[in-house]
C-alpha cells in the first residue's frame, strides 16, 4: 500500500463518493471535471484497486470505496482541526500578508511601490510573497495559502474574488527565432490556427482557454505542442520547437531570452492582470490596505 497519498486526493475522493458525479464535484471543489477524473484514476493507480465503477448509469462507489470513505474523512476531519490549531498559532505572532502570485509581476516596479505604499500605513505587518506554478490559476487563493494574490483572468470559480486590475495589455506571440512568422512586424492570429500551442494544465480550466484564444478560432480546436507550469518550462518548450504561446506584452521580457522572438497578434483579446482576494475578505484591514495601495500606484482609484 502506497503511503504517499495526499490530502488532496483525498478531498477530490469524499466531495465524488458524496456527489456520485463527476461534473458536480468539480464544481464543488472549483476544479475541471477532467482534471478531476484524472486525479483520481491517478489515485486509484496509486492504491492499486478501483474506488468508483463508472458506467452508462452513473457512477457508483466500489467495495473498496466504500471501505475508505469513513476512514477519508477522517482524517480530513483531522487535517481541518490541525490546520485550525496553525491558524491559532498565526494569529498569536505579528500579522502577515501572503502575496502569492504565478509570474512575477515586471511591470515598472510595481511590487515595490506597493511595498512602500503599504508598509507607510502598516509598518509592523510581514509581507511574505508566495510564488507557485502555474497549475493553480489563483496563486493560492482558492486553498488559502495566499491572503492577496496577482492574477491572470479569468480565473476558476471567478464569481468567488473581487480584483483590481492591475494592468490591461495587447497579446503577442512568442515563437521561436527560427519560425517563419519570426521575420513579420504583425501576426494576424488567422495564421496561428494550424501551429502547435503551449498550453497551461487542465487544471488551469477558463484561464488555460484564454491563452489559447478558443474564441478567436470559430470552433476550431487547438493543436497542444506540450503542456507548461512555469516560465522556465514555456521558455525550455519555445527553443526546442514544441509549439508557440501567446503572451501578455508585459511578460515578453521573461521569456525573450535570446532564441524566442515575440510579434504583436491581431484578432485577440487583451489580457488583464489583476490583484485578487476572496470576496469574504474584502473587509479585512490589511487586504483592504493592500489592494488601495496597488490601487494608488496603478493609477486605479
Known amino acids: 500500500m502506497t503511503l504517499d497519498v495526499h490530502v488532496r486526493d483525498l478531498r477530490y475522493f469524499v466531495a465524488v463518493a458524496e456527489e456520485l458525479h463527476f461534473t458536480r464535484a468539480a464544481e ?45 474523512r477522517r482524517v480530513l476531519d483531522a ?14 505572532q505579528r500579522s502577515t500578508l501572503v502575496v502569492g502570485m504565478s509570474t512575477s ?12 505604499r503599504f508598509t507607510a500605513t502598516h509598518p509592523e505587518t510581514l509581507i511574505r510573497l508566495r510564488q ?43 515563437l521561436p ?19 502547435p500551442f503551449l498550453a497551461l494544465p487542465e487544471s488551469t480550466g477558463p484561464l488555460r482557454d484564454f491563452w489559447l484564444a478558443l474564441d478567436a478560432r470559430d470552433g476550431r480546436p487547438p ?21 508557440v504561446c501567446l503572451v501578455a506584452a508585459g511578460n515578453v521580457p521573461l521569456l525573450t531570452l ?9 484578432g485577440v483579446t487583451p489580457s488583464r492582470y489583476v490583484l485578487a482576494w476572496r470576496r469574504e475578505d474584502g473587509r479585512r484591514p490589511l487586504v483592504r490596505a493592500y ?8 493609477g486605479r482609484e
Open 28 to 72: 464543488r471543489l472549483y476544479v475541471s471535471q477532467p482534471a478531476l477524473s484524472k486525479q483520481i484514476r491517478a489515485l486509484e493507480r496509486q492504491l492499486g484497486i478501483e474506488l468508483f465503477r463508472r458506467d452508462r448509469h452513473g457512477v457508483a462507489l466500489t467495495d473498496a470505496g466504500t471501505a475508505l470513505l469513513p476512514q477519508a
Open 79 to 92: 487535517w481541518e482541526e490541525g490546520a485550525a490549531a496553525m491558524d491559532t498559532a498565526r494569529a498569536a
Open 105 to 116: 509581476p515586471v511591470r515598472g516596479g510595481l511590487l515595490p511601490a506597493i511595498r512602500s
Open 132 to 174: 507557485v506554478n502555474w497549475e493553480d490559476p489563483t496563486a493560492g487563493l482558492a486553498d488559502g495559502a495566499a491572503d492577496v494574490a496577482f492574477v491572470w483572468l479569468p480565473l476558476p470559480g471567478q464569481e468567488r474574488y473581487d480584483w483590481t486590475v492591475v494592468a490591461e495589455e495587447p497579446l503577442m506571440v512568442a
Open 177 to 195: 527565432d527560427a519560425h517563419p512568422l519570426a521575420g513579420r512586424a504583425e501576426v494576424d492570429f488567422t495564421d496561428l490556427l494550424d501551429e
Open 223 to 243: 493543436r497542444i505542442g506540450a503542456e507548461i507550469a512555469s516560465t522556465e518550462e514555456t521558455y525550455e518548450a519555445l527553443t526546442a520547437g514544441l509549439g
Open 258 to 266: 535570446g532564441g524566442v522572438t515575440a510579434r504583436p497578434v491581431r
Open 291 to 298: 489592494a488601495d495601495a496597488c490601487r494608488r500606484v496603478t
